[in-house]
């Protein structure tokens, strides 16, 4: 990864931000959460934006239809979340797989 690359990065998540800072701020407040809920759990997609993007863009969809964001995406906020990333590998899950790999070798 280049300087160039850094740089780029850098200007599409300031640009990334700038639309969040745009949202109603109930909409500003479920996103963070979201966001933040998805950083713990760690989903491998996470690193290519699309998911964050992706949730971005049906918010302004939603605030230009007129719908609340509970609205959108319901009461539990949390099912929501994990609903995005349910077919996704994450962390964890990579983390398990190490740790069955090691304990079939160790038993052999």
Do not use: C
């Not at 863009?57 to 990333?85: C, P, Q, W, Y």
Request: aromatic fraction near 10%.
């Amino acid at each position: 990864m280049g300087i160039q690359d850094i740089i780029e990065g850098k200007k599409q998540w300031r640009a990334h931000m700038a639309r969040i800072k745009a949202l109603p701020p109930d909409y500003q407040i479920v996103y963070k959460e979201i966001r933040r809920y998805l950083f713990k759990v760690g989903p491998i997609d996470l690193l290519d934006e699309s998911l964050l993007s992706g949730l971005l863009d049906f918010f302004e969809e939603g605030i230009a239809a007129g719908k609340g964001v509970l609205e959108l995406i319901g009461n539990d906020v949390a099912a929501f979340s994990d609903n995005l990333i349910k077919d996704s590998r994450t962390y964890a899950d990579i983390y398990q797989e190490s740790i069955r790999g090691k304990t079939g070798t160790a038993e052999k």
